[in-house]
């Protein structure tokens, strides 16, 4: 098996890109497994709009779809469901939690400068994970002229793998989503939102 052939400047090197080859396409596989994994979501704040590319690694529903009719309890403890919630209006439910500074941010931000450009006929929810409780301090205040409604967190994490916030999400009075967006960064696309704020002009 020595024939000059083998030995050739141009077999080893085509031998040698063959075995590169494989070893990226190899790592490429492996590191697809690692990455498509269940696992819990990346802390780093990341702001996504409807039309990027949602695989259901933040929420499972989309622009189109039917808005999950679940079941929550309002600020008194009367329970009640998203369906009696929307009640025929457009909608915008800021999905937030006690332990995401952004969420403070945005609702800081929204009750200042995106409150304002809401649509008369739109109403704010403000969503919360868990069960009624006395906010922090920090959130003092800021649940003031929204509407509250707390849902069952690990429900809806399992259901519709709801587990990163903030999350903005915009029903139409028919109860399909319309908007989508994860994270904040003092920015709401109005294009996209159209439907639930004026112009931003």
Same mark, same amino acid.
């Given at each position: 098996?020595?024939?000059?052939?083998?030995?050739?400047?141009?077999?080893?090197?085509?031998?040698?890109?063959?075995? +590169?080859?494989?070893?990226?396409? !190899?790592?490429?596989?492996?590191?697809?497994?690692i990455l498509n994994r269940d696992a819990?979501?990346?802390?780093?704040?990341?702001?996504?709009?409807?039309?990027?590319?949602? #695989?259901? @690694?933040?929420?499972?529903?989309? #622009? !189109?779809?039917?808005?999950?009719?679940?079941d929550y309890v309002d600020s008194d403890?009367?329970? =009640? /469901?998203? *369906?009696?919630?929307? +009640?025929?209006?457009? &909608?915008?439910?800021?999905?937030?939690?006690? &332990?995401? @500074?952004?969420?403070?941010?945005?609702?800081?931000?929204?009750?200042? &400068?995106?409150?304002?450009?809401?649509?008369?006929?739109? @109403?704010?929810?403000?969503?919360?994970?868990?069960?009624?409780? %006395?906010?922090?301090?920090?959130?003092?205040?800021?649940?003031?002229?929204?509407?509250?409604?707390?849902?069952?967190?690990?429900?809806w994490h399992q259901t519709y793998r709801? !587990?990163?916030?903030?999350?903005?999400? =915009?029903?139409?009075?028919? =109860?399909?989503?319309?908007?989508? %967006?994860? =994270?904040? *960064?003092?920015?709401? #696309?109005?294009?996209?939102?159209?439907?639930?704020?004026?112009? /931003? %002009?």
């Amino acid at each position: 098996m020595n024939h000059p052939l083998l030995r050739s400047v141009y077999v080893k090197v085509l031998f040698g890109a063959v075995l +590169g080859f494989v070893a990226v396409v !190899g790592g490429m596989l492996v590191g697809n497994a690692i990455l498509n994994r269940d696992a819990e979501i990346s802390p780093l704040f990341d702001y996504s709009p409807v039309e990027s590319e949602l #695989d259901g @690694q933040y929420v499972t529903f989309t #622009d !189109g779809d039917l808005f999950p009719l679940e079941d929550y309890v309002d600020s008194d403890g009367v329970p =009640g /469901n998203f *369906e009696i919630l929307l +009640g025929g209006r457009p &909608t915008l439910l800021l999905f937030v939690s006690y &332990t995401c @500074q952004p969420c403070h941010t945005l609702l800081r931000a929204f009750k200042k &400068t995106f409150a304002e450009k809401v649509r008369p006929n739109v @109403q704010v929810v403000v969503c919360l994970r868990g069960d009624r409780g %006395q906010p922090p301090p920090e959130f003092e205040g800021l649940f003031e002229g929204f509407e509250l409604a707390y849902y069952d967190g690990d429900h809806w994490h399992q259901t519709y793998r709801m !587990g990163f916030w903030p999350t903005i999400i =915009g029903v139409d009075g028919s =109860g399909f989503v319309q908007h989508v %967006q994860f =994270g904040y *960064e003092n920015y709401i #696309d109005y294009e996209l939102a159209k439907f639930f704020f004026v112009s /931003n %002009q």
